[in-house]
């Protein structure tokens, strides 16, 4: 037989047993609270139906959760959907919080406008839940009008420009042979990148002339750097280009080759603030090749005129 002392002990043990195993129970019944978090400037209904989006979102995820309140106990597991203005844009947040106040997860977009909320609550019941980036769970059908908004880059003009110049090569009597060139650059005010043909021929038909033959084609592509931002301004630059390059000692002694090479230049640009430019420009053009006979690396001085250029419009 039991004591009365023995059957205390007995009720005693299975309580301390029981109870914890009962009130898990009961708290894992209890259902996770979906909370209408602040939204200052949104309208009462577009809140509610906001929060009812993602409670859906979160319960196809297997997640039991209760109908959208506006208050829950300080102990509750809660998930809070809060939405603040911007302007004409609102930003809406997800957080998982366990208990109120101490946040486990959230994730955020900006959305246009309340509407987007339809495809926005997936996206963040998505990325709360596998804990991934918002920018993740973006696709064709989902995509925010933020997302998509285009984007700002700094201004600058297209120029076609035309060129002339004299061609001088060291080591040589070939000295102001005229060349012409033809090209296009896109501006900023500080950087331009460009490209353009440039041409040099001056082979003589005589034979009985002893004097130099020389003949020079390039095609570039590089850039410029200006020093300010005014009206007028000095310019550095320099690029990559095709050279083909010709010498002709005598009328019956000439040889020519072609491949890469590099060049650069330093010039002043005027004229800055109008559709049209004025550059007056020294450049130096190095091949990665030489003569047999020769060293040719020829140096040029030359102005060009440049003239904003609109697709559809006139060049001039």
């Known amino acids: 037989m039991f004591t009365p002392k023995r059957k205390w002990e007995l009720v005693l043990g299975f309580a301390l047993f029981v ?22 400037g949104i309208p009462e209904s577009d809140a509610q139906t906001a929060a009812l989006l993602v409670c859906d979102e979160l319960r196809k995820h297997g997640i039991s959760i209760a109908a959208p309140v506006y208050e829950a106990p300080a102990s509750a597991s809660v998930y809070r959907v ?13 957080s998982q919080e366990n208990p109120i106040g101490t946040i486990i997860a959230e994730q955020q977009l900006t959305l246009a406008n309340i509407e987007e909320m339809i495809p926005a609550a997936p996206r963040l019941v998505n990325a709360l839940v596998h804990s991934k980036p918002i920018d993740d769970t973006v696709d064709m059908e989902n995509v ?39 090209g296009w650059s896109y501006q900023t005010p500080s950087y331009a990148v460009g490209s353009d043909l440039r041409f ?27 020093l300010n931002k005014q009206n007028i301004s000095p310019y550095v630059g320099g690029g990559l280009a095709i050279m083909l390059v010709g010498y002709e000692r005598d009328y019956y002694d000439s040889e020519g ?9 330093a010039g002043v640009e ?14 130096i053009d190095r091949p990665f090749f030489t003569l047999e006979s020769q060293d040719i690396m020829p140096i040029t001085v030359g102005i060009s005129f440049s003239r904003n250029y609109n697709p559809g419009g006139c060049l001039f």
């Open 19 to 40: 109870l914890p195993v009962i009130s898990a129970a009961a708290q894992a019944e209890v259902p996770t609270v979906c909370l209408i978090g602040d939204h200052p």
């Open 144 to 182: 925010t009008e933020q997302e998509a908004r285009e984007l700002r880059k700094i201004s600058g003009e297209s120029l076609w420009h035309l060129e002339i110049f004299g061609t001088f090569v060291p080591g040589t009597d070939i000295a102001a042979e005229p060349g012409y060139g033809w």
């Open 270 to 283: 005027a004229l800055r603030l109008t559709q049209s430019r004025l550059n007056l420009e020294l450049r």
């Open 82 to 94: 809060v939405l603040r203005r911007l302007g004409e844009k609102i930003i809406v947040r997800l």
């Open 200 to 226: 040099a021929v001056n082979y003589e038909d005589d034979y009985t002339d002893d004097s130099d033959g020389f003949g020079y084609a390039s095609w570039a592509i590089g850039g410029r750097y200006f």
């Open 257 to 265: 080759d072609f491949g890469l090479g590099v060049y650069g230049v």
